[in-house]
């Protein structure tokens, strides 16, 4: 077990964009990691590789289970005291989102995480939708990020591989679906984890 007094080690968090149970988590999870002297790393993740891995596909689609999770979703975001519509286009691809927060993040981490927010809020409260390439430019564009500097970014080859190479790291990693947390080499898979993790950052494991 880990000793939450010495170790100080950075949670890392892998999310989808079009995920909401990610949405709860990227929420929450700074707040509280800076509960117990940690940091988080944000990790934008692609569902849809992990689907060719494990065979399953988006929630929604999937029998008896498809109509269950719509429904826990709305009851999470109140759960978690969040707001939250359900968007009328879900699931979504979202590449250009996750790349534009990849390139944000290179240049000022904590705009990446406001760009991060800001893109789940915009789908899952808004019903903007992310999949679209002049969305994602405009919420970058309102926290401050040059709209014509990122649209040439995120047109380049460069970001596109760096992001196949974030989603390839995670699947090493074992990563399968959003929210994915690794704290101290512990993994957890889920928002409804959140309440796990605080009791391992507090007891330094169990």
Do not use: C
Not at 33 to 55: I, N, S
Not at 87 to 113: E, M, Y
């Amino acid at each position: 077990m880990t000793d939450p007094q010495r170790s100080t080690a950075p949670i890392d968090f892998y999310f989808d964009f079009s995920s909401p149970y990610g949405y709860f988590a990227a929420e929450k999870i700074d707040d509280l990691a800076a509960r117990y002297g940690r940091t988080v790393l944000w990790h934008p993740f692609l569902l849809g590789v992990t689907f060719k891995v494990t065979g399953l596909g988006p929630l929604p689609g999937i029998p008896l289970k498809g109509a269950y999770s719509l429904h826990d979703i709305a009851r999470s975001a109140r759960y978690f005291g969040l707001p939250f519509r359900q968007p009328s286009v879900f699931p979504i691809p979202t590449q250009h989102a996750a790349r534009a927060f990849l390139w944000i993040g290179d240049r000022n981490p904590q705009k990446a995480r406001a760009f991060g927010l800001a893109a789940y809020r915009a789908y899952f409260v808004d019903d903007v939708n992310i999949s679209d390439l002049a969305a994602v430019l405009d919420i970058a564009a309102r926290i401050g990020i040059d709209r014509d500097e990122l649209s040439a970014a995120l047109a380049g080859a460069e970001i596109k591989t760096r992001l196949a190479a974030e989603v390839d790291l995670g699947l090493a990693r074992g990563v399968f679906g959003s929210p994915f947390l690794f704290v101290d080499g512990e993994a957890f898979w889920g928002a409804d984890r959140l309440p796990q993790v605080e009791r391992w950052l507090a007891e330094g494991g169990f």
